[in-house]
């Protein structure tokens, strides 16, 4: 277990001992006849990043609405950080930070006065704002940017300001909704080093997100499914819950072959990015016999121990979209 690995499982232990900071019994959530949550109980511990993982519509922006305090809960109980959402939106709000998918910033706004405006509205005293302004543009890299209109900054250092705004007021929870939008892979990993630095502070993040590679680095993941909680657990222990192994063929027809693995072998198959996913024992004793039954349509294989995607494909069986 390396030393990431080590200092979040302490910090969870920590957390739990100290109460959590989303507690979800039952809640639900309908849009007409359609059930965007259904039945969700969640717990989600002080001092961890916790990641919802799902297909398109399976529940995950209403989940984070309602975090947010942008829905109220319809049915079932939901705290955060020991508040109930009903009722108490305003104490909800002064404790949580938001950083939405959809840019928020003033872009005729410096990247400082956009900070010292978020400052302002969450009721932090004047005499702070320089102090705390100065410590974030240093923490994200930003402090040469600060006299700069946002408009003018690049997609990378945008989300970098976005997310100094959303702390600003130093919230105990943070919520992300696909923090890493847009991202290049070096601007990605820079957020990921912010975001464990604020950890390490003491709060606790959630976030919404649909890329796998970002999901390898919660604590702790949730995967959702037409508004129900499928699987919940650590990276690694939801890749060893699956036990066997994955087998990928690549193809020109992937969803005809899937149908006639299903009906000439009994496997099941799903098709995903073009390609023909198998979860069995032994797959070393499957692919040979699936090459032969299949070699001239088949153009690659791969065979492995499961990974995050055959998790998802596992539990939501549904196309990641």
């Known amino acids: 277990m390396d ?16 109460g959590a900071a989303v507690e979800l019994t039952d809640l639900c959530h309908h849009y007409g006849e359609r059930a965007a949550l259904d039945g969700l109980s969640l717990t989600v511990a002080r001092g961890e990043i916790f990641g919802l993982l799902g297909p398109n519509g399976s529940g995950k922006t209403t989940l984070f609405r309602v975090l947010s305090t942008l829905l109220p809960p319809q049915r079932g109980d939901a705290r955060v950080l020991g508040v109930p959402l009903s009722g108490q939106t305003f104490e909800v709000r002064r ?3 938001v950083v939405f998918q959809a840019p928020s910033l003033d872009k005729k706004l410096t990247v400082a006065e956009n900070i010292h405006h978020q400052a302002a509205l969450y009721g932090v005293p004047k005499s702070q704002w320089r102090e705390r302004t100065a410590a974030l543009l240093e923490r994200f890299r930003l402090a040469d940017r600060a006299d700069e209109r946002t408009e003018s900054l690049s997609g990378g250092l945008r989300r970098r300001a976005e997310l100094a705004k959303g702390i600003v007021h130093q919230p105990e929870l943070l919520l992300l909704d696909e923090p890493s939008t847009g991202l290049d892979p070096g601007a990605r990993a820079d957020l990921w080093q912010c975001l464990r630095e604020f950890r390490d502070g003491g709060a606790t993040i959630v976030l ?12 702790r993941l949730g995967i959702l499914d037409a508004g129900r909680l499928v ?16 087998i990928s063929l690549q193809c020109e027809r992937p ?7 299903e009906r000439d072998f009994q496997l099941s198959a799903q ?16 692919v ?7 070699g001239a349509e088949i153009s690659s294989v791969r065979l492995g121990k499961p990974t995050l995607e055959d998790v998802f494909i596992h539990y939501a069986r549904r196309r990641w979209t």
């Open 288 to 294: 040979p016999r699936l090459v032969e039954a299949y």
């Open 255 to 261: 969803e005809e072959l899937a149908l006639r693995i």
């Open 3 to 18: 030393n990431d690995k080590r200092a979040a499982t302490g910090r969870v232990a920590t957390g739990q001992s100290g």
């Open 208 to 219: 919404t997100t649909h890329l796998l590679e970002e999901a390898e680095r919660c604590d």
């Open 271 to 286: 098709v995903l990015d073009q390609q023909v996913r198998l979860e069995c024992e032994a797959g070393h004793q499957w």
């Open 95 to 97: 404790r949580i930070g």
């Open 231 to 246: 699987a919940l657990g650590a990276p690694d222990e939801l890749r060893s819950g699956l036990g066997g192994d994955s």
